[in-house]
Every structure is written in C-alpha cells, then in structure tokens.
C-alpha cells in the first residue's frame, strides 16, 4: 500500500481536559467521529465489542469512528479528549485501511502537545460531557466552523500535533492487509467516489478484470466480508453523517445514496445502527 493512501487531513472538533468521580458513564455511543482520551490520574473502563479495556495512567486510548461503546467509571479520573473527524474527502477512510491498537503508552511530550492543542483552540472544551449534548448536528457544525475559520498558523500547528498523535498509534498499527491486492484497492476507491450511486457488483468485478465470482471471493479475503456489506455499511456510515453534519432529512438522504426504496432504507439503517433513520434524527437533534 502507498502512503498517500494513508495520508489524511483532520478536523478537530473538541480538546479539553475533565475530572470525574465516578460520573463518566455512558452507554452505546456510537459517532462519525474518532475519539483519543490521555489518561493523567485514575482509572476506568471503556467497552467495546471486541474487548473491556482498563484505561492506565500516561496511556492513550483510540476509538475509531463508528465504533460502538460505553464507558464505565467507578471512582475518580483525570483526563484529556480529543475529538476528530477524518476528512476523507471520496477516498477510504483510514480507519478501513488500517487496524489501530486501542491503548498506547506515552512518551514526556504528548501532555505538552495537547496542551498547546487546547491552548492554540480556544472555546473546544466540552461544556456538558453526556455524549448526547454534543453528538449532535449543531454542535458538529459549529465546530467544523471554528476550524474552517481558525488562523492558518493554528490550523497548520493543529494538523501537526494531532498527526503527531496518532503517530505514536501508527506505529504499532497494522495494515488490515499489509499487501492488499491493487485490484481490491481499486475497487475502495470506486466505491467511495461513486457513494452516491447504486453501485453494481458486476460492474467492480468488471473494472478489476475478474470474474464475478471471483472478484467477491478476493473481496471477502482482502477486506473480511463481502463487497455488498461493505457497500452497505459505508452508505449508512454516510447516511449517519449526512443526517448528522448536512442536517439532510431521511428521504433525501437515502436518494442522495442511490437508494430509490425508502422502506429498504429504513430497514438496513436499522439492521446496521439499531436504530430507524428517524430515531436517529431524534436522537441528534440539539
């Protein structure tokens, strides 16, 4: 894989720094945003599918976009947060190109890095930490709007420390294929330039120059599933946040994603979140 497939611009919704006790508890978030919490003092939990990790001192913790969990805190913590959103533009996200650890241990300088991150981003501080009361389409848009107007300098010395950060994951990420197969690349960036669109899986195996058949056995191979689920789960992922960011309502939504059966909309949404479009509108409304 070349690197220009990994490399990405950021934007930095919130950074800031909380005390808890016992009152960081919260259940199946799930937002089109990455999170980076560093632990300063205490502990706590934050539960994933794929596993309940004990957050450490001087450790930092990923949790990418999409991904659904919960926090648990049962006594005091301290903590620094960093929220993110990947700007993809129509290419893959990193999240689906790499697999990134959840827990890192940190060096003397990324508590200087945040601080001068929180510092050089004035009015990025949560001011209520439910995820409810900031996991919302106006919240989002008016700190898209800060960094879109933030001075240039800032906004340079921004992109720098947080790929600074991420760094210290990269390092001990893995390429979800280390050698994935130029053709199955080809196909990823098909699909996201073409999200807009009903996508055919015969016309990818087509531009691949494989067989049908074939084509989805070295999709699924590559990538861990099939073409059509990964199609599925991105349409939604976008659908989320089109509704979320655009404030688009669900049947645009579902037309701007080559959907032309609202019903079957609502049915996959539901089968991929949990949640019908319109709870999810609900539920992020500010």
């Not at 991420?166 to 893995?174: T, Y």
């Amino acid at each position: 894989m070349d690197k220009e497939d990994i490399k990405r611009h950021f934007i930095l919704l919130n950074a800031g720094y909380a005390s808890h006790h016992a009152d960081w508890n919260w259940k199946n978030i799930c937002s089109p945003f990455a999170r980076i919490h560093f632990v300063r003092n205490g502990t706590a939990k934050i539960i994933r599918e794929d596993g309940i990790y004990e957050l450490k001192k001087n450790h930092l913790y990923l949790t990418p976009s999409y991904v659904k969990h919960s926090y648990e805190c049962k006594g005091a913590l301290e903590l620094f947060y960093i929220h993110i959103y990947e700007d993809t533009g129509r290419n893959p996200g990193m999240f689906d190109l790499i697999q990134f650890p959840v827990e890192v241990k940190t060096d003397s300088l990324i508590p200087q890095l945040i601080k001068r991150l929180i510092k050089i981003n004035p009015g990025r501080e949560l001011q209520y930490y439910d995820p409810r009361s900031y996991d919302n389409t106006e919240t989002l848009a008016d700190n898209i709007a800060k960094q879109k107007y933030s001075p240039i300098a800032f906004e340079l010395e921004t992109q720098g420390i947080l790929k600074q950060i991420i760094s210290r994951f990269l390092i001990k990420a893995e390429y979800k294929n280390e050698h994935i197969e130029k053709r199955i690349l080809k196909s990823l960036y098909y699909i996201h330039k073409n999200m807009d669109k009903g996508i055919d899986i015969d016309l990818l195996a087509e531009i691949c120059y494989l067989t049908k058949d074939h084509f989805i056995r070295l999709f699924k191979k590559e990538m861990g599933c099939t073409p059509g689920k990964y199609i599925n789960q991105k349409k939604i992922e976008t659908a989320q946040l089109r509704i979320l960011i655009q404030g688009m309502t669900i049947k645009d939504t579902a037309y701007s994603l080559g959907f032309d059966n609202i019903s079957y909309f609502n049915r996959l949404f539901k089968k991929l979140t949990g949640e019908t479009p319109g709870e999810y509108k609900k539920k992020i409304q500010p």
